[in-house]
């Protein structure tokens, strides 16, 4: 006897307990699939935001046009004021 079941199960039981299993489990593997899918689309989503931020331009180089144009060329010649 390897599983303490009482052998007065009827056929009824067990066709409850594995149609119960069988839409139990992708239930429960769909919704922790689902749970780290929507982490990684939000961790994705944060990024993006962030990334917006850090490409703006400096507000002085929109503020004074020259003071950009001099300060590459300074980087392009390697000169410092």
């Known amino acids: 006897m390897a599983l303490p079941i009482?052998?007065?199960?009827?056929t009824w039981s067990w066709l409850a307990i594995g149609t119960?299993?069988?839409l139990g489990v992708p239930v429960v593997v769909g919704l922790g699939?689902?749970?780290i899918l929507g982490?990684?689309?939000?961790?994705?989503?944060d990024l993006l935001e962030n990334?917006?931020?850090?490409g703006a331009p400096l507000t002085r180089a929109l503020e004074d046009p020259?003071?950009?144009r001099i300060s590459a060329s300074r980087r392009l010649t390697?000169?410092?004021a």
């Open 51 to 54: 990334e917006e931020w850090s």
């Open 6 to 10: 009482e052998k007065t199960m009827s």
């Open 20 to 22: 119960t299993a069988f």
């Open 33 to 35: 699939l689902s749970r």
């Open 39 to 45: 982490q990684i689309s939000q961790e994705v989503t």
């Open 66 to 68: 020259e003071a950009l």
């Open 78 to 80: 390697n000169r410092s």
